[in-house]
């Protein structure tokens, strides 16, 4: 493919990738309602989900190999869970039970986000990274149509065009979540914080319960 149609493709792509149920059910789940910075939920993602992608497929491209398939389901799984428990976080947050999994922390007029589990927090004391939000995108990464995505890298003529593919489809990727994660915030805001968490919760927990069902027949 051309330079510019791999720009074209990357930035359509990567779009489209980002609209993904999945991918909307998670972001949707980690969204508060009461950020300063909501964009930063689904840029965060974004950011975690396009690095294993790139690093993944620039490799492939190098070495001419593909990511095995049962890798892939393995990784569907743990993100259906993942969405599942993210979704029944949110139906506690929506009864008005707020669990302690992400800390915030006000410092020189602006708050900064940790994802904590035990004593281990993910995100420096300076960081503009939703950390929840960056991990689970990194699952994505290497989930379902992620692994589509590093096969059609892979699938690139040469180093030229997968980076051109890439960096588009990170670009449009980032942008489109950023988007979603702020009108999905602004709705919040408008259309009542409590009902629309209890809906990102259901949808959160069928859209993973799903996919766990889904991949584990695959898997057996």
Partial sequence: MALASALVAGGVIGVRHALETDHLAAVATMVEGDSDRPGIVGASWGVGHSIPIAVIGLAFVALGIQLPESVTKLFEIVVGAVLVLLGARML??????????????????????????????????????????????????????????????????????????????????????????LLWDRSMEVGGTRVLRAVAGVVGIAVGGMLVVEQVGVVV
Avoid: C, K, W, Y
């Fill in 92 to 181: 506690f947050r929506a009864a008005g039970i707020d669990l302690p999994t992400v800390r915030a922390h006000g410092h020189e007029n602006r708050r900064h986000r940790h994802l904590s589990i035990g004593g281990i927090s993910l995100g420096a004391d300076h960081s503009h990274v939703h950390g929840e939000s960056f991990a689970v995108g990194v699952l994505h990464g290497f989930a379902g149509s992620g692994a589509l995505v590093i096969a059609m890298v892979s699938a690139a003529p040469a180093m030229g065009q997968a980076i051109a593919f890439l960096g588009a489809f990170a670009l449009l990727t980032i942008a489109t979540m950023a988007t979603v994660s």
